[in-house]
T-cell receptor, first 111, second 114 residues
Framework: DAKTTQPPSMDCAEGRAANLPCNHSTISGNEYVYWYRQIHSQGPQYIIHGLKNNETNEMASLIITEDRKSSTLILPHATLRDTAVYYCIVFLFGAGNMLTFGGGTRLMVKP | DSGVTQTPKHLITATGQRVTLRCSPRSGDLSVYWYQQSLDQGLQFLIQYYNGEERAKGNILERFSAQQFPDLHSELNLSSLELGDSALYFC?????????????FGEGSRLTVL
């Protein structure tokens, strides 16, 4: 069962902010939201994660709604190299739990 | 560069054959994970090892096996290969023994079965 819903594809103009939405309406209180991306057929790359509060690092910002039912990954100034498939993953720490990748959003950054 | 090394990068073989994929985790990482990515199934977790011991199993076929050696490198063995085994096989590593959501993935081994 998919725990997250993401649009299959999005476009973004180079230099503009890319806002990637994710719906996780059935998330439980102790589940984290993780974001990964996969550029072409390279290995997935960890971007950011959060539980309740908004998070920011050198790559992106993660905005989680107060009810935690959805989140948005923000790439503040998208470049052509940000073209990739972005995966939103709900993850629970605990024995036997693994990262489960869904279909993701294919982000195309255009000049 | 994630620090995880996978070999070979590309492999072409025939149905019924056996292949071995190799993974060297990041320095200091004790956990190794194997994932399979095919066109129709997406990224699927196969198996996890921690410090030489199997920790978790996912959708790994009985024809597939893995192990982690004392130097922490891991090998994924695929036997009696079928056309449907054609896929990208990724190895990932982490330092923690417990499950973590932050994994470092290698560049993958692309297996083509003809």
């Amino acid at each position: 069962d998919a725990k997250t819903t993401q649009p299959p594809s999005m476009d973004c103009a180079e230099g503009r902010a890319a806002n990637l939405p994710c719906n996780h309406s059935t998330i439980s209180g102790n589940e984290y939201v993780y974001w990964y991306r996969q550029i072409h057929s390279q290995g997935p790359q960890y971007i950011i994660h959060g539980l309740k509060n908004n998070e920011t690092n050198e790559m992106a910002s993660l905005i989680i709604t107060e009810d935690r039912k959805s989140s948005t990954l923000i790439l503040p100034h998208a470049t052509l190299r940000d073209t990739a498939v972005y995966y939103c993953i709900v993850f629970l720490f605990g024995a036997g739990n693994m990262l489960t990748f869904g279909g993701g959003t294919r982000l195309m950054v255009k000049p | 560069d994630s620090g995880v090394t996978q070999t070979p990068k590309h492999l072409i073989t025939a149905t019924g054959q056996r292949v071995t994929l190799r993974c060297s985790p990041r320095s200091g990482d004790l956990s190794v994970y194997w994932y399979q990515q095919s066109l129709d199934q997406g990224l699927q977790f196969l198996i996890q090892y921690y410090n030489g011991e199997e920790r978790a199993k996912g959708n790994i076929l009985e024809r597939f096996s893995a192990q982690q050696f004392p130097d922490l490198h891991s090998e994924l063995n695929l036997s009696s290969l079928e056309l449907g085994d054609s896929a990208l096989y990724f190895c990932a590593s982490s330092v923690r023994v417990g499950n973590t959501g932050e994994l470092f993935f290698g560049e993958g081994s692309r297996l083509t079965v003809l």
